[in-house]
């Protein structure tokens, strides 16, 4: 139920948080303190591994949202801890009016206080925040520092502030230091825009490169679990990409650097999209970029790196031909390339020849076992769609010959079936999946696909007589389930065996499986009406495993 004065409920915080971070969340009711309400938004801190800080944003009108400085939620995740808060909310939710009324009261009271100091009462309050605040303190150091245009000493600021090195005790950044460190860089980061702010952008853009440059050398020595080191340097790149935009620098020397940040095989961190830049590299930039690009693909043909500049630029021009001759170069030996031409083809409206790339993959694939299924469900879709049902069966049937897999054999019957001539492929189909199931091994997958093919369509019968001699043991335990209730005296052998197979593991998972074993043949003994064979039987197995407590908890719990 949402509640009118949060504007949220309990089941808004379970549908953003998930059930398992909702149900953890329960348990960080005590722990949430500071609760601070303010026009549509709290915050909170939460003790957990660490003390966290929490805040939401919420109303009528946009729901809720929020954010934790822990490790899940900096990564964008509403956490159990967001949860606690949100739920510590609704529970206080008739206080809510109130304590906004009091926090605009504060508020205005501090803002006439402030009002009513002199300059030197304002100089001294500042100078005592300064004092004990180590990050304000160095926030207003850079801020007076580019005002004055002190830019050497804001390049030193920014320098320490990405140096990894003191964080580096034995030459690695450890997990333990990892989010130090990262405070640090997007401070760097917030400094950088403060720069562009300043009318500095110019500057800011060649003070980001620098450190982008030490966080791509550095990155490989840290341990960066959590992601937190990411998420600052991505702070330093969004910095670069709002200064180039205030002041463009060189097109021709964005394009290079762009270029080389992009090939750059050490660079784990950043993940710059040249095409962000567009509006600043203009059209000499981006032809630029083209050429480098060009260049750099012809050196390295297969490069992962150079394929995907390319793509990139080429799809902003938007030249499909230009596209799929670039993807015609190196087509993946698994038809995936010929899907992706199909589909550009296909969105450039041009359906006819994207359906002959796709057919073109399918023929040049044609003896191969693994074929990217997507560019056969491709094929088949396009064929039933333009009333080629038959040739989607053709289609199907080839691929069954090849795979022999029980997914291969649903995607014929699927296909027969819109044709209306299941009835006549299901024998041949079955017999491609019984030649399989003669092959010495028996099957490609555990038992032979053949058991796995009847069991889907519900032929019992036929399964129970090739499952003779050839099933495993996931096989028999299907039958069984599927053939409790028409042939229980059958099911109960199988259940019997696979029960004896089943005492010696050990652990939860293995009991509990043991239990639902005993379960299916307690079942199969009703229907037959030989229940107190059952008893005895269940009785002389307890007696066999009975030093197994938590065995026998097990089997208490699910009434054997």
């Given amino acids: 139920m949402t509640s009118e004065v949060a504007g949220f409920g309990e089941d808004d915080l379970r549908a953003l948080s998930g059930a398992r971070s909702f149900e953890r969340g329960l348990e960080y009711l005590d722990a949430v303190s500071g609760l601070e309400v303010g026009d549509g938004s709290v915050a909170a801190e939460v003790r957990g591994t660490d ?13 809720v949202s929020g954010w934790c400085d822990c490790p899940y939620g900096q990564e964008g995740n509403f956490c159990k801890h967001c949860v606690a808060v949100g739920l510590t909310v609704l529970r206080r939710e008739k206080t809510l009016p109130r304590q906004r009324a009091a926090a605009r009261a504060r508020a205005s009271g ?20 300064i004092a004990e605040d180590r990050a304000l303190r160095r926030r207003l150091e850079l801020r007076a520092a580019a005002a004055r245009h002190d830019l050497g000493m804001v390049r030193d600021r920014i320098v320490a502030l990405t140096d990894p090195r003191p964080f580096a005790r034995y030459g690695y950044i450890e997990y333990a230091d990892a989010s130090r460190y990262a405070r640090q860089v997007a401070e760097a980061a917030s400094t950088l825009r403060a720069l562009t702010a300043d009318g500095q952008a110019a500057r800011a853009v060649g003070l980001a490169e620098e450190a982008i440059r030490v966080l791509v050398e550095a990155y490989g020595e840290i341990d960066d679990s959590d992601g937190v080191v990411g998420q600052a340097a991505a702070a330093v790149t969004e910095a670069h990409l709002e200064a ?12 290079e650097w762009l270029v080389g940040m992009v090939l750059n095989d050490s660079n784990y961190v950043t993940d710059l999209d040249p095409l962000d830049y567009a509006d600043s590299l203009g059209p ?45 170069r190196d087509l993946d030996p698994s038809g995936a390339t010929h899907l992706r031409i199909a589909e550009e083809l296909e969105t450039a409206g041009r359906a006819a020849e994207a359906l002959i790339w796709a057919e073109r993959g399918l023929r040049d694939r044609a003896a191969e076992t693994y074929v990217d299924g997507r560019l056969v469900d491709y094929v088949c879709e396009r064929y039933a769609r333009t009333g080629r049902a038959a040739d989607a069966v053709t289609v199907r049937r080839d691929r069954l010959r090849l795979e022999r897999s029980l997914a291969a054999y649903q995607q014929l019957r699927a296909a027969a079936g819109a044709a209306g001539r299941w009835e ?7 017999a491609i999946l019984a030649e399989d199931a003669r092959r010495e091994r028996g099957g490609r997958y555990g038992g032979p696909v053949l058991i796995d093919a009847l069991l889907d369509d519900g032929d019992l019968d036929a399964a129970w007589r090739e499952a003779v001699g050839h099933a495993d043991d ?60 059952f008893t005895v039987y269940l009785t002389d197995l307890r007696w066999e495993l009975k030093r197994r407590r938590k065995l026998m908890t097990i089997l208490d719990r699910h009434g054997l």
């Fill in 244 to 255: 180039c935009g205030v002041e463009c620098p060189d097109p021709a020397r964005l394009a």
């Fill in 284 to 328: 000499s930039g981006l032809a630029r970029m083209r050429q480098l690009a060009a260049e750099a693909l012809r050196r390295e043909p297969s490069g992962w790196a150079e394929r995907y500049l390319m793509e990139r630029l080429v799809k902003a021009e938007g030249d499909v031909d230009a596209l799929v001759a670039l993807y015609a």
């Fill in 51 to 63: 003390v966290y800080e929490v805040e939401l944003a919420f109303g009528p009108d946009e729901g």
């Fill in 424 to 430: 006549a492929e299901r024998a041949a189909a079955l």
């Fill in 474 to 533: 996931r096989q028999w335990a299907q039958l069984a389930d599927l053939s409790g209730e028409t042939r229980p005296a059958d099911a109960l052998g199988v259940y019997l065996r696979l029960i004896e197979q089943s005492k010696g593991p050990t652990g939860d998972r293995a009991y509990e499986h043991l239990a639902r074993l005993l379960q299916a043949a307690r079942n199969c003994h009703r229907a037959l009406g030989t229940e107190d064979a």
């Fill in 110 to 129: 501090v803002e006439a206080w402030l009002s009513a100091l002199s300059r030197d009462d304002l100089l001294a309050l500042v100078r005592e925040q």
